[in-house]
C-alpha cells in the first residue's frame, strides 16, 4: 500500500491516519488533501496512486482535474476584476458584452451569471462537448440565447457555461482570456500550481480520473422543464477528463487542474482579507459581496437546495451543503465526485481537497465531508 507523503503539524495526526485507512480501504484511488491556516501551510499531505494499475504513485506535484470546484476560481478571477473597477458586479453584463443582450438579456447583471441566477445555464441542444471547447463560438451561441426564466427570480445551476460567461466579461474587460488570466494574475503571484486545462508537459504528472460508479436511475425530468433542457446539453462523461480535447480547452466551469495545495493557495486571498505576503488581490469590500445571498432554494437544474453567494456557496442546514459549521463566514463549492474548496474567514483557513477516484456524488463525498469534519473537530469547532 502507498503510504500517505507530506507533512502536517502533531496535532493533525489523526487526519493523516484518516486519509492513509482511505486510501489502504480502497475508498480513495490517490488524493490530496491541504489546510492552510493563517497564511501557514499546516497540512499538506497526499498519496495513492496515478491510477488504477498502481504503477505510479501520486507525487507531490501530481495534480488532477477538480471538476467544479474550477468555479470557485473562476470567480475569484472575476472578483479581482471587479476589486480593480473595471467591472460592477451590478451593472448589466451588455455593458461590457453588448452581444449578449440579445433575445431578452439586456438586464442581466455580472452578480447574477456568476450566481447561476441569469437564466442561461446551459446551451440550446443539440450542442456537443467539442462545440463547448471552442470558447469564441459557444460563447457567441450563448450570447444568442433567451433567458430559460426570467433572470433572478430563480436559479439553477450553470454546470458549464458559467466559465464561458465570466471568461467573457473577463476578456472584454482585461483583454486576456481566463485562462491567461488565472495563470498570470492569481496562479504566478501566489506561486499555487493549478491551471484551467492542462499543458502538455504537465500531461506525465496528471492523475487519470476514474469516474463514479452508476448510481441509481433518476427519474425524468419534466418535458420542456429547466432539468429536461439543461440535460444532455452538453453530454459529459467523467471519462472525458483524460482526454487530449478536454485538457487542452479552457473550460473555466470545469477543467482547472490542481491539488489540495494547490486549490487552498489559490482560495488563500479571501481568507486572509485579500491580501498574501504583501500582494493585494481583493478588498474587504469586495470580500462582503461573497456573502451576499443570491439564491437560497431548489436548484432547477440539479433539483437539490443550496445557497448561493455571489460565485460561491454558502452552508446552511437546510440545504445540500450541511456538513460544515454554518456559524461565521464560510464559502467554497465542489466538484463532481468529490473534490473540494472551503473557505473560512472567521478562522483565516483554507481546505483543498481533489482526488482522481470519483464517487457517485455531485459535490462532498463521504471521504470530502470525513475530513472537513476531522479538520473541524481538530479546531474544536463544532459542526
Same mark, same amino acid.
Given at each position: ?35 492552510? %491556516?493563517?497564511?501557514?501551510? =499546516?497540512? &499538506?499531505?497526499?498519496?495513492?496512486? +496515478? #491510477? @488504477?494499475?498502481?504503477?505510479?504513485? *501520486?507525487? /507531490? ?14 470567480? %475569484?478571477?472575476?472578483?479581482? =476584476?471587479? &476589486?480593480?473597477?473595471?467591472?460592477? +458586479? #451590478? @451593472?448589466?453584463?451588455?455593458?461590457? *458584452?453588448? /452581444? ?19 437564466? =442561461? ?8 462537448? @467539442? ?53 498570470e494574475e492569481l496562479a504566478q503571484p501566489l506561486k499555487a500550481d493549478f491551471q484551467l486545462g492542462l499543458l502538455p508537459e504537465d500531461y506525465l504528472r496528471v492523475a487519470t480520473i476514474v469516474p463514479p460508479p452508476p448510481g441509481p436511475e433518476p427519474s425524468k425530468p419534466a418535458p420542456g422543464s429547466v432539468m429536461e433542457k439543461a440535460s444532455g446539453a452538453p453530454v459529459i462523461d467523467a471519462s472525458v477528463a483524460n482526454t487530449k480535447g478536454w485538457r487542452d480547452a479552457e473550460v473555466g466551469a470545469g477543467n482547472g487542474h ?126
Open positions: 500500500m502507498a503510504k500517505v507523503q507530506g507533512h502536517s503539524e502533531d496535532r493533525f495526526a489523526s487526519l493523516r491516519a484518516l486519509l492513509q485507512a482511505k486510501l489502504d480501504s480502497g475508498e480513495e484511488l490517490g488524493a490530496s488533501l491541504a489546510v492552510e %491556516l493563517d497564511g501557514k501551510l =499546516v497540512v &499538506d499531505l497526499w498519496g495513492g496512486y +496515478l #491510477d @488504477e494499475s498502481k504503477n505510479k504513485e *501520486w507525487q /507531490e506535484d501530481t495534480v488532477v482535474n477538480v471538476w467544479s470546484t474550477t468555479k470557485t476560481i473562476s470567480s %475569484l478571477a472575476a472578483l479581482v =476584476v471587479a &476589486d480593480r473597477g473595471l467591472i460592477d +458586479l #451590478d @451593472e448589466k453584463v451588455c455593458v461590457y *458584452w453588448p /452581444e449578449f443582450a440579445a433575445n431578452g438579456k439586456g438586464d442581466i447583471k455580472v452578480r447574477q451569471i456568476m450566481s447561476h441566477t441569469s437564466g =442561461v445555464p446551459a446551451w440550446e441542444k443539440p450542442v456537443t462537448l @467539442e462545440e463547448v471547447y471552442d470558447v469564441p463560438t459557444s460563447s457567441a451561441r450563448l450570447a444568442q440565447q433567451a433567458p430559460w426564466w426570467t433572470p433572478g427570480t430563480a436559479w439553477g445551476y450553470h454546470i458549464l457555461t458559467h466559465g464561458h460567461l465570466i471568461s467573457e466579461v473577463i476578456r472584454r474587460t482585461t483583454g486576456k482570456s481566463l485562462k491567461q488570466f488565472i495563470t490542481g491539488n489540495g495545495r494547490s486549490v487552498a493557495k489559490m482560495l488563500s486571498p479571501i481568507a486572509l482579507g485579500g491580501t498574501v505576503n504583501g500582494t493585494k488581490f481583493l478588498s474587504t469590500k469586495t470580500i462582503d459581496q461573497i456573502f451576499q445571498e443570491q439564491a437560497h432554494g431548489v436548484d432547477l437544474v440539479a433539483g437539490v437546495k443550496v445557497r448561493m453567494g455571489t460565485g460561491f456557496g454558502l452552508p446552511t442546514k437546510d440545504t445540500y451543503w450541511d456538513w460544515t459549521p454554518t456559524s461565521g463566514r464560510i464559502c467554497g463549492w465542489g466538484g463532481w465526485g468529490g473534490s473540494m474548496a472551503v473557505v473560512d474567514l472567521d478562522r483565516r483557513m483554507t481546505i483543498g481537497y481533489a482526488m482522481n477516484k470519483m464517487h457517485n456524488v455531485g459535490m462532498g463525498s463521504a471521504c470530502t465531508k470525513a475530513y472537513v469534519a476531522e479538520i473541524y473537530r481538530i479546531l474544536d469547532v463544532e459542526i
